[in-house]
């Protein structure tokens, strides 16, 4: 039972450029959620998606899109990138029921645009 | 919508010392409440959750925080410092109209004298 896994764990990239953040779950949750977190500010959440097929933006979603693969995975992509998206980048999940239920944080992408 | 704030950037204790970590929350209902930890490189692991009945919470690894309602406040606790409790600490509020919207605090790291 991995938890939540993200891949890649680092990334590097040039203003401009695209690319997609994987995560997966092995819980058979069913929401799932891409936070960032930048010094000082905690995590904000970018995108969530409360069961398979659906997906709401969060509190910072501009410049970012999400897709909900199946129940296990959530991906995040930037079309284009820019230095302001430099951050680490949390995918989490949750069971169903009520919001009582906490969160479960994979280990995170540190990601940085040049 | 909810907020946290977390009031202390950064906090100082001997091993061995007690610890109180402060958490003030806003939100116009009885929220629910909780207290991850973040080691350095990882990602965040649950340490201990409010939603409702007896105000004073026990978690993993030693800590308890006490919800407190007049003054709308999470603090978490400790009796004695272990230096493998370095880490930062994260509060936050989830609201109960919508099970998916979490706000953290900008977190709180602890350094563990020897």
């Known amino acids: 039972n991995a938890g939540v896994t993200q891949t890649p764990k680092f990334q590097v990239l040039k203003t401009g450029q695209s690319m997609t953040l994987q995560c997966a779950q092995d819980?058979?949750?069913?929401?799932m959620y891409w936070y960032r977190q930048d010094p000082g500010m905690g995590l904000r959440l970018i995108y969530y998606?409360?069961?398979?097929?659906?997906?709401d933006k969060g509190e910072v979603p501009n410049g970012y899109n999400v897709s909900r693969l199946n129940k296990r995975e959530f991906s995040l992509r930037l079309e284009s990138a820019a230095p302001s998206q430099t951050s680490v980048y949390f995918c989490?999940?949750?069971?169903?029921?009520?919001?009582?239920?906490?969160?479960?944080f994979g280990p995170g992408t540190r990601l940085t645009v040049l | 919508a909810q907020s946290v704030t977390q009031p202390d950037i950064h906090i100082t204790v001997s091993e061995g010392a007690s610890l109180e970590l402060r958490c003030n929350y806003s939100?116009?209902?009885?929220?629910?409440l909780f207290w991850y930890v973040q080691s350095p490189g990882q990602g965040l692991q649950l340490l201990l959750k409010?939603?409702?009945?007896?105000?004073l919470v026990q978690g993993i690894k030693g800590f308890e925080a006490e919800f407190k309602r007049s003054q709308s406040s999470f603090n978490l606790r400790k009796p004695s410092v272990h230096w493998s409790d370095a880490a930062e600490y994260f509060c936050?509020?989830?609201?109960?109209?919508?099970?998916?919207?979490?706000?953290f605090g900008a977190g709180t790291r602890l350094t563990v004298k020897p």
């Open positions: 989490a999940s949750k069971g169903s029921g009520a919001g009582r239920n906490e969160q479960f």
């Open positions: 819980m058979n949750h069913n929401s």
């Open positions: 998606s409360a069961s398979e097929g659906t997906t």
């Open positions: 939100y116009g209902a009885t929220p629910y």
């Open positions: 409010y939603f409702s009945g007896d105000t």
């Open positions: 936050a509020v989830g609201a109960v109209y919508n099970n998916n919207d979490m706000r």
